[in-house]
């Protein structure tokens, strides 16, 4: 048989990877806008970044003025809440795709936030511990799925690490600079995230920059994609 006649082999298909990198970058940026609204806004209180309120709560039983126990106490409290949902959440989805788990958590942080942002519409001013509970609730949600994804880098709401790594695994620290992209791209997202979310809190009010993170997360709950749908047994992830 002539070469000209042996059929040639259909080019092999690209493989799609994961979106959810870019997913996790996305909610870093809104773990600015959160934290901006609820530092500048609710009280001196952080929604996403629990290392904060323990140090707050530190400062405040200490006699430092501007702190606010109660407030602390109602981050802490609904951040765990939301992460016991988190695992609950886990167990449920076991054995089904990572896709549907991941974005049905995506989902449910949108929608918290969007219960925020009416909140934060309707009453100006008002029901503070409110708005901290409901969004540590969905910050704890978020913490806990992040954690069993284990992406590297990429915790969403804190960066210490991150930048240890940075630092640690450089060039200059006779590293190889490991993954110095995803982390860089991490801290510009939480420090562009919590710019522009202190000025819509400084200058618009609380609605407004909530409102902006509810839609990026329900962007990146509809961008998001996996290569594979093959269930997963999620409590070994």
Same mark, same amino acid.
């Not at 695992?87 to 925020?116: D, M, N, P, Y």
């Given at each position: ?58 400062f405040?039983? !200490? $006699?430092?003025p ?8 109602? #981050?802490?409290g %609904?951040? =765990? +809440? *939301? &992460? ?88 200059? !620290? $006779? ?7 995803r982390?860089?791209v #991490?801290?510009? %997202?939480? =420090? +562009? *995230? &919590? ?43």
């Amino acid at each position: 048989m002539s070469e000209a006649s042996v059929p040639s082999a259909a080019p092999a298909p690209v493989p799609r990877r994961s979106a959810l990198p870019a997913a996790l970058t996305v909610l870093t940026v809104v773990s600015g806008f959160v934290d901006a609204v609820s530092y500048l806004g609710l009280g001196h209180v952080f929604a996403a970044n629990m290392t904060g309120n323990v140090v707050i709560i530190g400062f405040a039983a !200490a $006699g430092a003025p501007g702190f606010s126990v109660l407030g602390s106490l109602t #981050s802490l409290g %609904a951040f =765990l +809440a *939301g &992460a016991v949902c988190a695992g609950r959440l886990t167990g449920v989805f076991a054995g089904r795709a990572r896709e549907t788990w991941v974005r049905s958590v995506f989902v449910t942080e949108a929608a918290l936030l969007a219960v925020a942002t009416v909140v934060a519409f309707a009453w100006p001013g008002g029901a503070t511990y409110a708005l901290i509970a409901v969004l540590a609730w969905a910050m704890g949600l978020r913490n806990a799925t992040v954690r069993k994804l284990a992406v590297p880098d990429m915790t969403t709401t804190v960066l210490t690490m991150t930048l240890t790594g940075l630092a640690s695994e450089s060039s200059l !620290a $006779g590293g190889t600079d490991p993954r110095a992209g995803r982390r860089i791209v #991490s801290v510009v %997202a939480m =420090l +562009a *995230g &919590a710019a522009l979310g202190a000025l819509l809190v400084l200058h618009h009010g609380l609605g407004w920059p909530l409102l902006v993170g509810t839609l990026l997360v329900a962007a990146a709950a509809a961008g998001y994609r996996e290569p594979a749908a093959d269930g997963v047994d999620l409590r070994s992830a």
